[in-house]
């Protein structure tokens, strides 16, 4: 079974712009979290979709906003880019369902992003 | 999610047993403890869950103490691939929707 894909790998923005990033969970998973991780701050939940619904936010602004489509793919948008932006981040998919404790997250190599 | 806490660092020895704490004093009843590590330059993977009993898996064991205030988790035989930083997670039971809560975790150094 293949893992969870993100692309792309690597990523340079400018200060101001926006990007989409965009994650495909293994197959049969319905739930797709997103999370930001920097030296700084370490592992930061962004947010979960669970059947294209979200189901859970962490305490980001809303310049980061996602979706997840049908398929469960799921994308994740940050407009206005900051420098302080700049980060790995890092989508992880689960079976999804009730029985959240049960959720094993599988991660997958994240996306790079430098802002400039 | 409740609160955990972690040592920062541990160094440990190759083919030696590693014993990584982390303690919950807020704990609540319906949660569950979970462990991840990250690998360098990989997002994170899943070790191992527990609530009450100790619990085992191929990748290590979870002891539990009695009131759940704390816990452990226990590499049998470290090699140098199990150098990573682990995280110590609450999860509760009654949560319905998932996303974790990542503290600072504990950088685990194996030396040959």
């Known amino acids: 079974k293949a893992g969870v894909t993100q692309t792309p790998r690597y990523l340079i923005k400018t200060r101001g712009q926006q990007v989409t990033l965009s994650c495909s969970p293994i197959?049969?998973?319905?739930?797709v979290s997103w999370y930001q991780q920097t030296p700084g701050q370490g592992l930061q939940f962004l947010f979960e979709y669970f059947s294209e619904t979200q189901r859970n936010k962490g305490n980001f602004p809303g310049r980061f906003s996602g979706r997840q489509f049908s398929n469960s793919r799921s994308e994740m948008n940050v407009s206005t880019l900051e420098l302080g932006d700049s980060a790995l981040y890092l989508c992880a998919s689960s079976l999804g369902g009730n029985k959240v404790i049960m959720n094993e997250q599988y991660f997958g190599p994240g996306t790079r992003l430098t802002v400039t | 999610d409740a609160k955990t806490t972690q040592p920062n660092s541990m160094e440990s020895n190759e083919e030696e047993p590693v014993h990584l704490p982390c303690n919950h004093s807020?704990?609540?009843?319906?949660?569950?403890i979970h462990w991840y590590r990250q690998l360098p330059s990989q997002g994170p993977e899943y070790v191992i869950h527990?609530?009450?009993s100790n619990v085992n898996n191929r990748m290590a064991s979870l002891a539990i103490a009695e009131d759940r205030k704390s816990s452990t988790l226990i590499l049998h035989r470290a090699t140098l691939r199990d150098a990573a930083v682990y995280y110590c997670?609450?999860?509760?039971?009654?949560?319905?929707?998932?996303?974790?809560?990542f503290g600072k975790g504990t950088h685990l150094i194996i030396q040959p």
């Open positions: 997670i609450l999860r509760d039971i009654g949560g319905g929707a998932d996303g974790l809560t």
């Open positions: 197959s049969g998973h319905r739930s």
């Open positions: 807020t704990i609540s009843g319906t949660d569950y």
């Open positions: 527990g609530l009450t």
